[in-house]
């Protein structure tokens, strides 16, 4: 049973043009997690989705972040017009459940504006 | 809306060695509790949890912590560190009777020398 997978595990974009940081689940797994990782931080809540339903975006910027998790197909994590401050590791967890169930983690994408 | 606190950002300790890294949390509401660890350019995996009953949890590689609810802590413990467990330490929480998302302290860098 494969884990959480992202791609790309890197990205380099240049200031103004966009990010597209895909996350496949874990199977049979329908609630997905976006967390960013700033430089020697914690991680921070972005957005929560269940298939095609956004159930919590309470984290994310209001402008330029947008996140999608269709019927089928990768939940997608959209910033558009990157900046310097968007340099970040990007992960995505996913969850059989809610309510305390375990999140399981990709290994991130590594986004560096230039 | 809660937080949590990593005292320590760092602790270097000797192999073989007993370690405890600290962590506090602040909610209104009753919480989950979770340890990750994230070992250098990969994903979070989680360590231990703690969703109700006993306050002494179990986790993978000898480690375990105890939850106080009247000093809103959670610290997680092992009594003789090895250096493969050089690492990244997360304490995390989740919201009882609410959506999943995770809550994350700082981080606590376990450094085990020889």
């Known amino acids: 049973n494969a884990g959480v997978m992202q791609n790309p595990r890197h990205l380099v974009r240049r200031r103004g043009q966009e990010a597209r940081l895909r996350c496949s689940p874990m199977?049979?797994?329908?609630?997905v997690y976006w967390y960013r990782q700033l430089p020697e931080e914690g991680l921070k809540f972005m957005v929560y989705?269940?298939?095609?339903?956004?159930?919590?975006e309470s984290g994310m910027p209001k402008e330029r972040f947008s996140a999608e998790f269709p019927k089928e197909g990768p939940s997608i994590l959209r910033i558009q017009q990157v900046v310097r401050g968007d340099s970040a590791a990007y992960f995505c967890?996913?969850?059989?459940?809610?309510?305390?169930?375990?999140?399981?983690f990709g290994p991130g994408t590594r986004l560096t504006v230039l | 809306a809660q937080s949590v606190t990593q005292l320590d950002s760092q602790v270097p300790v000797f192999e073989e060695a007993p370690v405890e890294l600290r962590c506090n949390y602040s909610?209104?509401?009753?919480?989950?509790l979770f340890w990750y660890v994230q070992y250098p350019n990969q994903g979070l995996q989680l360590l231990l949890k703690?969703?109700?009953?006993?306050?002494l949890v179990k986790g993978i590689n000898g480690f375990e912590a105890e939850f106080n609810k009247s000093q809103t802590s959670f610290h997680l413990r092992k009594p003789s560190v090895h250096i493969s467990d050089t690492a990244e330490y997360f304490c995390?929480?989740?919201?009882?009777?609410?959506?999943?998302?995770?809550?994350f302290g700082g981080g606590t860098r376990l450094m085990v020398k020889p």
């Open positions: 989705l269940q298939k095609e339903n956004i159930i919590d």
């Open positions: 703690y969703l109700s009953g006993s306050t």
């Open positions: 909610s209104s509401v009753s919480v989950y």
């Open positions: 967890a996913s969850s059989p459940s809610s309510g305390g169930s375990e999140q399981f």
């Open positions: 199977k049979g797994h329908s609630h």
């Open positions: 995390a929480v989740s919201e009882q009777n609410a959506g999943n998302m995770l809550t």
